[in-house]
């Protein structure tokens, strides 16, 4: 029994060393070591801001690299979604990243942000190129509902300009052509694609309010 104790114990042992050493081997090995980091796919986020992110990469072994560091740190990052990550032997790496896709500006009181299309929200920072994104006056719980239901009629978002919501439960569409939507308090699909089918129609596009606050009712101004 204790012949067999003693076998073990060597086995272990030796097993144990020959790891070590095969890790030690790894980190010493320095041709293994990053020693550059690439960004593609970028539009909003600076490549520069995502490489200072992950500059505790260089100098470690690219066999050793853990994809949960990156995404830890690349979650501090608020427009990035996802990303992807390329090992280009033997000493470089490759990040593909996928933003996130903001379709308004969210006005919550007095709190501005970003709300994409996946229903997530950034912390407001003004970027020119959604200076024209619909301004929504609402809180994100009430938005996000009203969004669902805009997807469900293909509702071009795009094509508003500001979007109000009101405590009684209703709400104001303006569009970029400055026509006024009054939607009521129930069945405003039915209102939206209605404004849909007449809007562009000859004899309605000089027509700046359609309200439908009145059941069964259209009128124009």
């Known amino acids: 029994m204790k012949k067999r104790i003693l076998v073990a114990s060597f086995l272990i042992l030796i097993l144990t060393t ?3 050493h095969n890790d030690s081997n790894l980190n010493l090995n320095s041709k293994f070591n990053i020693k550059k980091i690439s960004v593609e796919n970028f539009k909003h986020v600076s490549p520069l801001e995502i490489e200072s992110k992950l500059s505790f990469l260089y100098k470690k072994n690219i066999f050793l690299l853990k994809n949960k560091d990156i995404q830890i740190k690349l979650s501090e ?3 990035i979604d996802s990303f992807e990550i390329k090992k280009i032997y033997p000493d470089q790496i490759l990040i593909k990243i996928f933003e996130k896709k903001p379709i308004a500006i969210l006005q919550n009181k007095r709190k501005k942000y970003y709300f994409t299309d996946k229903k997530d929200l950034i912390n407001y920072v003004r970027i020119d190129k959604f200076s024209d994104l619909p301004v929504v006056f609402s809180s994100e719980q009430n938005f996000s509902d009203f969004y669902n239901d805009l997807k469900v009629i293909n ?5 508003l300009k500001s979007v109000y919501f009101f405590e009684v439960g209703r709400w104001d569409l303006i569009t970029v052509e400055n026509q006024t939507v009054k939607l009521p308090t129930k ?3 039915e209102s939206l694609t209605n404004f849909l089918g007449l809007k562009d129609k000859a004899g309605f596009t000089k027509y700046k309010i359609f309200d439908y606050r009145i059941s069964n009712q259209l009128i124009l101004k």
């Open 77 to 79: 990052i608020e427009f």
């Open 18 to 20: 020959y790891q070590s």
């Open 155 to 159: 509702f071009p978002i795009d094509k």
């Open 187 to 189: 069945n405003h699909l």
